[in-house]
């Protein structure tokens, strides 16, 4: 069996096409294929081209271009770029030992030091905590020392003033944090105000992704249920747009004429 590793990009977890190419190849030559998600925000930790392959690469290319553009008509310009990458890619054309790149080396070492192969679900698992602890980190940022803050200030509220509300300690905290940017709340109170006033246009909506596959775990994309979910999408799709077409086409109803009962008047008769 081979594994595709991807990440949760829309065209890779909502691409039936592809996961319809995945069975027929299976059909047609008895190999399975299937294709992972990597958990979300793990692409960086989990992915091998990223952990071991790209860093050396990046530095090999920007040495190259360098000396490249030392020599005369040397310079690398988007016409001959390709061939560039080519040679160093493959080590054609006399391409120079210090500048080849060695991406197979390199992605051998990346999928065992990330440990999708060999498998080894203690270094995913300790790779995935020290990135993204969910009681450490929040989207990057220690959240510990927050808390503890939190406390204090929700002790010191209870202890001189009195005050166990939530709601309060939350527009307590929120007027703490404007003033220590110097940002008055009458200010922050007036934007609002004239935002809706002058009817500030919405902000375009994004596309939305996935929202038939969790991927905090990560998910196998060719798994049944999720192809299943991705026919009925399809279809749900396909017939929408029969709906739309046909009411497009149909033909436009008869009006029927409308009859005057006024009685015609009389042309005047000129002497």
Request: hydrophobic residues 40%; charged residues 30%; positive net charge.
């Amino acid at each position: 069996m081979t594994v595709v590793f991807v990440d949760g990009h829309f065209s890779h977890v909502n691409n039936l096409l592809l996961v319809r190419y995945c069975q027929d190849f299976f059909k047609d030559t008895g190999k399975r294929v299937e294709i992972f998600c990597l958990p979300v925000g793990q692409t960086n930790p989990l992915q091998p081209f990223d952990v071991t392959a790209f860093g050396g690469i990046k530095k090999k290319w920007h040495s190259y271009v360098g000396s490249r553009n030392a020599l005369a008509g040397g310079m690398i310009t988007k016409d001959n770029f390709l061939s560039h990458i080519v040679k160093l890619w493959f080590h054609k054309d006399g391409c120079p030992e210090k500048f080849a790149f060695r991406a197979g080396e390199c992605l051998k070492s990346g999928f065992q030091k990330c440990g999708l192969f060999p498998f080894s679900p203690e270094v995913i698992r300790n790779t995935v905590k020290a990135h993204h602890d969910p009681n450490k980190f929040n989207c990057g940022v220690h959240i510990e020392a927050e808390r503890e803050k939190d406390a204090k200030l929700a002790k010191f509220l209870l202890d001189e003033y009195d005050i166990v509300s939530q709601d309060k300690f939350g527009r307590i905290k929120e007027f703490i944090l404007l003033t220590k940017q110097d940002i008055a709340p009458a200010a922050v109170l007036a934007g609002a105000l004239q935002k809706r006033l002058f009817e500030e246009a919405p902000k375009k909506q994004r596309r939305p992704t996935n929202k038939q596959l969790d991927l905090q775990s990560g998910a196998m994309v060719t798994a049944g249920e999720f192809v299943e979910v991705l026919v009925r999408n399809e279809a749900a799709k396909a017939a929408e747009a029969a709906a739309k077409k046909a009411k497009r086409n149909a033909p436009e109803p008869k009006t029927s004429k409308k009859t005057s009962n006024s009685v015609p008047k009389k042309k005047m008769k000129t002497a």
